[in-house]
C-alpha cells in the first residue's frame, strides 16, 4: 500500500505522542549533528555536505516513508562506495549516481518489489557491514592518532602499509583528544541517558583541546568554515560518458539504501510491535535520494542507531523523524560556523565508535558455527569487501547463496517429495495419519507447521505469517517435518520468533526436528530462547508438553484419533545427535 504512515498515523494523533515526538525528535537531532559531519568527511566530501543531507533527506523520508518511526540520513553503510565515487568523478559525479540511484528506488517501491528486497540472504549482510565497519575504522587511524602525513591510499592494504610507515609522527595531542572522546562516550550513560555521549563528548573534547590550544588538526584548518545559509537547489554538471558510467554505481548506491532502510525498519517493527510499509519506504528512500544531492548533499537511507535512539525516547510517529531534520537544519543555520572547531581526532574516536557497533563481531562469530555453505558466503562477501569492492561482494555474495541454495537442494530434495508436491488429486490429510487435524489440540496452544527447506526465501514469509497470528497463545508449536534443512537466515528467523514470542509471554516448542535442522539449532544461540527441554521429536510429546504447561493431563497414544501413527523422526537428545554428526564429519 502506497500510503506514507504519517497520514494514516495523523488520523489519530494527540498532543500527548506530539510532546514524546519532539523530545524525541529534539534528541536524535542532537545525536545524529556528530554523525551527520563525520560520515561526510569520512566519505571524501565537506563536512555540510552531510548536515544538509540529514536536514533534507531525512525529513523526506520521515514525512512520506512507510515506517512510524525510522530516522534517515547519510549511514557508515555509503562511507565506502561513496569516498570510491568521488575519488574517480568528483562529487559531481556522486550527485548524478545519487539522483540516479533515488529514481531506481522509487521504480522499486512503484512496482511492489519491497518484499523481494528482504531476500537477501543474512550472511551476505553480516559479511558486508562488518566488513565496511573494518573500512572506516582502518579510514580512521590517521586522525586518530594525528599522523602528519599526506593522503591515505584508498585500497585496505596500501592504507595499513601507508599507515605503518608514517606511525613516528603520532600526535600526542591528537591523541589524548581521541582518548578524551572515547572515555565520554563510554562513561557518559552511566550519568545520563538521555542526552547522547557522542554530543557531550563532541562538545567536551573541542572545548578542552581549544581552551589548552593543542596543535591538533580541526575541521575548519581542513576545510574551512561551515556556511550557514541554505544551499539554493543546483543540478550537477557531468557529460552523457559519465552519466553512462555511473549506472553500475547508481544500482549499487539503490540496493544498498534498500537493504539498509528495510533492515532498519524491521528492526524498529520489532522494537515498536508495528509493521511498516516496505514499498512506500523505497518511494521514500527514492524521493530523498533525487532530493539530496539537488541540495549539496550525499546518499541517504534508513538509521538504525538513529531510528532505535527515536524509539528509546519516546518517538512513535513520522513526526519525530521530522523534528530531528528540523532540529538539525536549526543547529546548522544558526551555530554551524563553531563546528569548524571540532578536532577531527573527535570525529575520528566517534566513527571508531560506530564502527564497533556496526561490525556486529558478535553476530559475526556467531555465523560461523552456522552450516559450512553459509561459512563460506560470510567470509567471501566479507573479504571481498575489506579487499576488492563493496558492489563485487554483494554481487558474489548473493550469486554463492543462490548457487549454494540449488546445492543445498539437489541434497535434501527427494522422489517421493516431489510426487506428493505434484499430486493435486484428493485430499492428503485423509491419507496422513501424522496430520495435525488427527490430533487433539488444547485451547491456548498453536501450531504452525513449515513445509520445505527453510531458507532465506522462506525465512521472512515465516517471521510475517507468525506476526499475524491472532491473539498471544501460551503455547507456540512450531513443526519442522517436512523441512529437511535449515540455513543461517532460517535459524536466523527462528530465532528472533522465539525471543519475541518469549517475551510476550509464549512458550515456543520445536516438533519433528530432523537431523540437520537439529544440529543446526544445537549449535546456535536459539536454545537460549527455547530451552533444550522444548524440541521433539515428534507432534504427540509435543503437544503433551503443552498439556503440561498449561496443567492439563497427558494423552496417550492410543487415545488419539488413529493408532497407527508413525513417528517420522525418532526422539534423539540434542548431544547424542551432534556427536553423531561429528564423527561422521571427521569420517
Given at each position: 500500500m502506497l500510503v506514507p504512515k504519517l497520514f494514516t498515523t495523523l488520523k489519530s494523533y494527540s498532543r500527548a505522542e506530539f510532546t514524546t515526538d519532539l523530545s524525541a525528535g529534539v534528541i536524535v537531532g542532537i545525536v545524529a549533528l556528530p554523525l551527520a559531519i563525520a560520515f561526510a568527511?569520512?566519505?571524501g566530501v565537506t563536512p555540510d555536505r552531510g548536515l544538509w543531507t540529514a536536514?533534507?533527506?531525512g525529513f523526506i523520508i520521515s514525512a512520506f516513508g512507510g515506517s512510524r518511526v525510522q530516522i534517515g540520513g547519510p549511514t557508515g553503510a555509503f562511507v565506502v562506495i561513496v569516498y570510491g565515487i568521488v575519488q574517480r568523478y568528483g562529487y559531481d559525479g556522486l550527485a548524478v549516481a545519487t539522483f540516479m540511484a533515488g529514481i531506481i528506488l522509487v521504480l522499486i517501491g512503484a512496482v511492489r518489489l519491497g518484499a523481494v528486497i528482504k531476500?537477501?540472504?543474512h550472511p551476505v549482510i553480516v559479511g558486508f557491514t562488518s566488513g565496511i565497519a573494518i573500512i572506516i575504522l582502518s579510514s580512521e587511524v590517521r586522525d586518530f592518532f594525528g599522523l602528519r602525513m599526506g593522503a591515505v591510499p584508498a585500497d585496505f592494504?596500501?592504507?595499513w602499509r601507508a599507515l605503518i610507515d608514517n606511525a613516528h609522527s603520532v600526535n600526542i595531542y591528537a591523541v589524548a583528544v581521541s582518548v578524551l572522546t572515547l572515555a565520554v562516550i563510554l562513561a557518559w550513560p552511566r550519568f545520563n541517558r538521555k542526552i547522547p555521549g557522542t554530543f557531550i563528548a563532541l562538545l567536551v573534547s573541542t572545548a578542552v583541546a581549544?581552551?589548552?590550544n593543542w596543535p591538533v588538526e580541526t575541521i575548519g584548518s581542513r576545510f574551512g568554515s561551515i556556511s550557514g545559509s541554505f544551499p539554493v537547489p543546483a543540478l550537477p554538471h557531468v557529460s552523457f560518458a559519465q552519466v553512462t558510467a555511473l549506472v553500475p554505481a547508481a544500482f549499487t548506491i539503490a540496493m544498498l539504501a534498500a537493504v539498509e532502510s528495510l533492515l532498519s525498519a524491521i528492526v524498529s517493527d520489532g522494537m515498536i510491535g508495528g509493521r511498516h510499509r516496505s514499498n512506500m519506504e523505497?518511494?521514500?528512500q527514492g524521493l530523498a535520494n533525487i532530493a539530496s544531492p539537488l541540495f549539496g548533499g550525499i546518499p541517504a537511507t534508513g538509521a538504525i542507531a538513529r531510528t532505535a535512539t527515536n524509539v528509546k525516547n519516546g518517538g512513535r510517529t513520522p513526526v519525530a523523524g521530522m523534528?530531528?531534520?528540523?532540529?538539525?537544519l536549526l543547529i546548522t543555520l544558526f551555530f554551524g560556523r563553531w563546528a569548524s572547531l571540532i578536532p577531527m581526532a573527535t570525529l575520528a574516536a566517534i566513527l571508531m565508535i560506530v564502527a564497533y557497533h556496526m561490525s556486529e563481531w558478535r553476530t559475526f562469530a556467531a555465523e560461523l558455527s552456522a552450516p559450512k555453505s553459509d561459512v563460506l558466503v560470510l567470509l567471501t562477501t566479507f573479504f571481498l569487501t575489506v579487499l576488492v569492492d563493496l558492489t563485487v561482494a554483494i554481487g558474489v555474495g548473493m550469486v554463492a547463496a543462490a548457487f549454494l541454495f540449488m546445492r543445498r537442494m539437489a541434497q535434501v530434495t527427494n522422489i517421493s517429495a516431489i510426487s506428493r508436491e505434484l499430486d493435486d488429486d484428493g485430499d492428503p490429510y485423509a491419507t496422513d495419519p501424522n496430520a495435525i487435524m488427527r490430533r487433539a489440540v488444547p485451547k491456548g496452544v498453536e501450531v504452525y507447521e513449515i513445509n520445505g527447506p527453510f531458507f532465506f526465501g522462506a525465512a521472512e514469509t515465516f517471521?510475517?505469517?507468525?506476526?499475524?497470528?491472532?491473539?498471544k497463545p501460551k503455547v507456540l508449536i512450531i513443526r519442522l517435518r517436512n523441512v529437511p534443512s535449515i540455513d543461517s537466515t532460517g535459524l536466523h528467523a527462528l530465532k528472533d520468533v522465539a525471543h519475541r514470542t518469549r517475551k510476550e509471554g509464549t512458550v515456543v516448542l520445536l516438533s519433528d526436528v530432523h537431523t540437520q535442522p537439529l544440529v543446526a539449532i544445537s549449535r546456535s544461540a536459539i536454545l537460549d530462547d527455547i530451552g533444550e527441554e522444548n524440541v521433539f521429536g515428534n507432534i504427540d510429546d509435543a503437544l503433551n508438553r503443552a498439556r503440561a504447561l498449561l496443567d492439563l493431563p497427558p494423552v496417550t497414544r492410543p487415545d488419539f484419533a488413529t493408532a497407527t501413527v508413525a513417528r517420522e523422526t525418532p526422539t534423539k537428545g540434542l548431544g547424542v545427535v551432534k556427536d553423531q554428526l561429528d564423527e561422521q564429519e571427521q569420517a
Open positions: 568527511i569520512a566519505s536536514v533534507v533527506a531476500f537477501v540472504p592494504l596500501p592504507k581549544h581552551a589548552l523505497l518511494v521514500a523534528v530531528h531534520a528540523l532540529t538539525l517471521k510475517d505469517t507468525i506476526g499475524r497470528i491472532a491473539g
